[in-house]
């Protein structure tokens, strides 16, 4: 069973960069996909984006697209999320999922999850 912990959310601006942290605590993300999910007060959780660990193909939602990227770091055993250009619109708690074979932008495919780190932006 996979162990996700989320780190790097906190306060910025808009048009700052953030980067969030995934690291599986007991194991290794080999054959699994990763994905991002984020979810602000009142709304459903929605896709983000995802990377394939064993060829780091990643897939993005649209939304994110050119702004955000996704990578992993072998060595740390860690998925990052890097953001850029945020918009107060990206105020949400990000949470990240772990699911065996490829990426896909439904949460219901993702049985590991973190307990999510809050990212706010400001105006």
């Known amino acids: 069973q996979v162990q996700l912990v989320e780190t790097g959310g906190g306060l910025v601006q808009a048009g700052d960069s953030l980067t969030l942290s995934c690291a599986a605590s007991n194991g290794a993300f080999s054959n699994y996909a990763v994905g991002w999910f984020r979810q602000s007060p009142g709304k459903e959780r929605e896709f983000v984006g995802a990377i394939y660990w064993s060829t780091s193909s990643t897939l993005y939602a649209d939304s994110v697209k050119g702004r955000f990227t996704i990578s992993r770091d072998a060595t740390e055993n860690t998925v990052f999320l890097q953001m850029a250009t945020l918009k107060p619109e990206d105020t949400a708690v990000y949470h990240c999922?772990?699911?065996?074979?490829?990426?896909?932008?439904?949460?219901?495919?993702?049985?590991?999850w973190g307990l999510g780190t809050l990212v706010t932006v400001s105006s």
């Open positions: 999922a772990a699911r065996l074979g490829t990426p896909f932008s439904s949460e219901y495919t993702y049985p590991y």
